[in-house]
């Protein structure tokens, strides 16, 4: 995997839609999670409401006949449908009637055994507080009850501060509630704490009801108070699960008394209108299933574009990989189709232009090779001949063919000097040596150097310097290139034409310019004057001695220095070589 980019292209595909489809159903199943929660809570909201109202009508009716408005009344304001039914699953009252009922029942409507999961406040005894039966008061007591009660509220709002209220009991005993009870005492508390008839009757039934079962369990029997808590008449025998088993006699005592006042245990139904399930996740074996597939059909999908576009993008690639190893193997003419716009396409057309400036290369240096052994086979050619002549007695070595043959053996000198500054150059070993120069005195110096060639070609040399600037150059180097130059335009500038040496200021360099009048050379050479061994006419270039290579270093020497070196010509009207240097 690691050597093919289709297959690293192929599973990075697969990785990528494992895990979109995997974030996709996580993000799916997490969304639902919490709708169905929020809906669940609603639906628990509505169904905590719905018992809480029920159980307080079952706690103050003997039955359910009047019961109907109310669970019309709930069924519009949550938008359920609400049935009842007796345990045996006998219809009491329902706001949908005709339609099946749920299999499960939402809960059971008994105020006597309340259900905490629905009534989180339920009371130890789950007896609801609403259930009060023969404990509820006639008007007239608790007229007479409220009455004491708002005589004593100004007194207890005194020594409280403002902090006492009226507070009604669900058998309609009036109370003042305060933060703390001993600020009631001395304002006529004694006739709110004083029992009603209606209590006593109910408290005594009550105490009856309670003595028979601890009478039953053989525990002593007790006195109820209104609070209803009790004392026992006689010390009581300590026995296992004492406390317990009186706990249990007061409760079935209670719910003994409180039977005929309240409605008959009811089952409840809280359903969704026409009895439409909740919303759910129904993660059922064909549910899993067709996940699978969906799963399985993107991934599928993935892999066939990914296949297709691999193949498509693999494609030329491969073309490129088989033109480079052709090549290596030496065909020069290896190129790739270019199609589209793309990446790959950019590639392929940079490969093409590196083909092509390979090619270029190889053929300079073919020609180079060529025009090198012809440099050196003249001279070469040249000495052999006259020095085999004069072993063979043909000519005499006098003093003109001693100065013929030095004359060959200086041209074979520059030749190799040459090459070796280029192949310096070419290896990054071309070094300079810079340091502070006036280009008055070097110019001045040049010049001097070149007239004598110059009065022999009958060509009239002269420079102009501009002010006297100063220039951070290696000398020696800087004179070679100049010296080229110079050379080179009073080479080709025919008798009579004149070359000029100019050098001027610039803000941040000095530039110089030999200007020849001479022949010029035509545009389509112009941009490779500085090619090594380039000549426009060989025949001419050879016959006045130049080696092809001057303007080559020149270039490098220019670069040596951090500068350029162009060329400008007219055909017919001469040429302008211009060096520019940082100051």
């Given amino acids: 995997m690691r050597r093919s980019l289709f297959a690293r292209l192929l599973a990075a ?54 019961a109907d408005g109310l669970l019309r009344e709930l069924a519009t304001s949550t938008g359920r449908r609400i049935a009842l039914t007796t345990p045996d699953q006998k219809s009491i009252m329902d706001t949908d009637p005709g339609k099946e009922l749920p299999v499960k ?5 008994d105020p006597l055994n309340l259900d905490s999961s629905l009534a989180p406040g339920a009371p130890g005894d789950r007896i609801d507080p609403r259930a009060v039966g023969p404990f509820q008061l006639t008007p007239a007591e608790r007229d007479a009850l409220r009455r004491s009660a708002e005589a004593a509220l100004p007194c207890v709002r005194t020594r409280t501060g403002s902090l006492a209220q009226l507070v009604t009991k669900p058998n309609g005993r009036t109370q003042i509630e305060t933060a703390n009870p001993l600020s009631v005492n001395g304002c006529s508390q004694l006739a709110l704490d004083r029992p009603q008839p209606t209590e006593l009757a109910a408290i005594g039934k009550l105490n009856e009801l309670f003595n028979d079962c601890l009478t039953r369990r053989g525990l002593a029997r007790a006195t109820l108070k209104l609070d209803l808590t009790w004392v026992f008449d006689r010390p009581a025998v300590s026995a296992p699960n004492g406390g317990e088993l009186v706990d249990n006699c007061f409760t079935s005592a209670r719910k003994e008394q409180l039977d005929p006042f309240v409605a008959a245990p009811a089952v409840l139904y809280v359903t969704a209108p026409g009895n439409t399930p909740s919303a759910s996740l129904d993660l059922s074996p064909a549910n899993q299933a067709r996940i699978l597939w969906v799963a399985a059909l993107v991934l599928l999908f993935t892999v066939v574009i990914t296949v297709l576009a691999g193949r498509r993008l693999v494609r030329p690639l491969r073309a490129l990989t088989g033109a480079a190893q052709r090549m290596k193997d030496g065909d020069g003419a290896a190129r790739v189709q270019v199609t589209g716009r793309d990446e790959i396409a ?84 071309l070094r300079v040596h810079p340091e502070q120069l006036r280009v008055a005195d070097l110019v001045d110096t040049l010049v001097s150097a070149h007239r004598a060639a110059a009065d022999a070609a009958g060509v009239h040399l002269e420079s102009t310097v501009d002010g006297d600037p100063d220039l951070w150059a290696d000398p020696v180097r800087l004179r070679q290139a100049l010296g080229n ?46 090619d090594r061994f380039w000549r426009a006419e060989k025949s001419r270039s050879r016959q006045s001695g130049g080696s092809g290579l001057g303007l080559a270093i020149v270039r490098q020497l220019a670069q040596a220095h951090g500068g350029t070196v162009t060329a400008t010509s007219e055909p017919g009207a001469g040429s302008t070589f211009t060096l520019r240097l940082p100051r």
């Fill in 13 to 66: 595909s697969i990785l990528i839609a494992m895990c979109a489809v995997g974030a996709t159903a996580w993000l799916a199943v997490r969304t639902t999670t919490v709708a169905i929660q929020q809906e669940q809570g609603r639906a628990l909201a509505d169904d905590a409401r719905v018992y809480d109202q029920l159980v307080g009508f079952a706690a103050t009716h003997p039955d359910w006949s009047q």
């Fill in 105 to 109: 029942a939402s809960a059971t409507i």
């Fill in 346 to 429: 950019r590639l392929a057309a940079a490969f093409n232009e590196m083909a092509e400036s390979r090619a270029r290369v190889e053929e300079l240096r073919k020609a180079m090779v060529g025009d090198i052994a012809h440099e050196l086979r003249t001279p070469l050619s040249n000495i052999r001949g006259w020095l085999e002549a004069a072993e063979d007695g043909v000519t005499q070595p006098d003093q003109a063919l001693i100065t013929f043959l030095l004359a060959e053996s200086r041209q074979l000198q520059r030749i190799i000097d040459d090459l070796q500054d280029l192949a310096m150059a070419d290896a990054g070993k």
């Fill in 485 to 530: 130059l110079v050379a080179n335009a009073v080479r080709h500038t025919p008798a009579g034409g004149r070359v000029t040496v100019t050098a001027r200021a610039e803000p941040e360099a000095v530039l110089f310019e030999v200007a020849d009048t001479g022949g010029g050379i035509s545009p389509e050479h112009l941009p490779q004057v500085f």
